[in-house]
């Protein structure tokens, strides 16, 4: 239970079929998660250990981000227990795979807001702000804002050209009822609130708002796609570890489960399609 913090503290229990049973349209983890310090340090690493041995535990399947994977890594260098990791982030941000646990609900979550939100926007006539999560990477954003015909995108992986920013707004209002400017939180220029106020000096005749969408794009029932993906992954890391294969990630390349070195996937960088960001740019000009 509860991650590292649990190994350490050897809060483990034994799972039976009944414990997973109908748990497959329940988001978030019935393990629960948390922040281990202690883990980060040879020490508490030697303790997970310790209590993995003493539960008879031979190996683990880890499901996380980069975080989760250095971990896992540095508990198989240092003390010598297998590890397969799954890729479980919303921010898609794990190379070695197109697409990671979480990330399509997410994504859909978001879309679904933005609509709600346009609702709102077309009735009086606003610009609105809507900041989604994405510190270090812009998946979101960006198929965010085409799914949902957003008129501009603001992305970690382009910088943020304010005065460009207020023409396309200006351009792209012209007969409109409403824009929406999809904001990722980790970009150069800010979040929702700091680009509008950025803003709002030279769009004096436009009515601005901002919605920061935060943890509520973290919940809610997974998608058919996460779903299956989660089962898919979820069988071959225990075939894997059954098999005698360790220290690798699972990932997806289309609809084929492949893998990588867990360590390929916290040393590269994700590459973010930004063919996407010329093509809804090219709509909204031809628009």
């Known amino acids: 239970m509860d991650g590292y913090q649990g190994m350490i503290s050897g ?24 922040r281990s310090d202690e883990f980060k340090t040879a020490e508490g690493r030697k303790k997970a250990a310790k209590q993995l041995k003493k539960y008879h ?9 980069d975080g989760t994977f250095t971990g896992a890594t540095l508990l198989s ?32 979550t978001v879309v679904e807001a933005v609509d709600k939100i346009r609702d709102t926007a077309g009735s009086h006539h606003r610009v609105f702000f809507i900041e989604v999560m994405g510190r270090n990477a812009g998946f979101i954003a960006l198929n965010a804002a085409l799914a949902s015909g957003a008129e501009a995108v603001l992305i970690p992986e382009e910088i943020t050209d304010i005065k460009k920013l207020v023409q396309e ?3 792209q209002n012209k007969g409109k009822r409403s824009s929406i400017i999809i904001v990722a939180e980790g970009d150069d220029g800010g979040g929702a609130l700091e680009i509008m106020e950025k803003v709002q000096p030279h769009l004096k005749a436009y009515e601005l708002r901002y919605s920061v969408l935060g943890h509520i794009q973290r919940g809610g029932a997974p998608s058919a796609f996460d779903r299956i993906l989660a089962t898919r992954m979820g069988a071959l890391g225990v075939e ?12 997806a390349n289309g609809d084929i489960l492949i893998t990588h070195s867990i ?25």
Do not use: C, W
Not at 275 to 285: E, G, V
């Open 11 to 34: 809060a483990f229990r034994e799972m039976t079929y009944s414990d997973v049973d109908n748990i497959i349209y329940r988001g978030g983890t019935i393990l629960g998660t948390a």
């Open 57 to 65: 535990i031979d190996g683990l399947i880890v499901i996380g981000g």
């Open 77 to 108: 260098k240092e003390l010598d227990i297998p590890v397969i990791g799954i890729p479980g982030t919303i921010d898609n941000d794990i190379a070695g795979t197109d697409h990671t646990i979480g990330y399509d609900t997410a994504l859909n």
């Open 169 to 171: 707004i200006r351009e």
């Open 240 to 251: 894997l570890l059954q098999n005698g294969s360790r220290d690798l990630m699972i990932g």
């Open 263 to 287: 360590e390929f996937g916290i040393q590269q960088t994700p590459s973010l399609d930004l063919t996407k960001l010329s093509l809804l740019k090219q709509l909204l000009t031809k628009g």
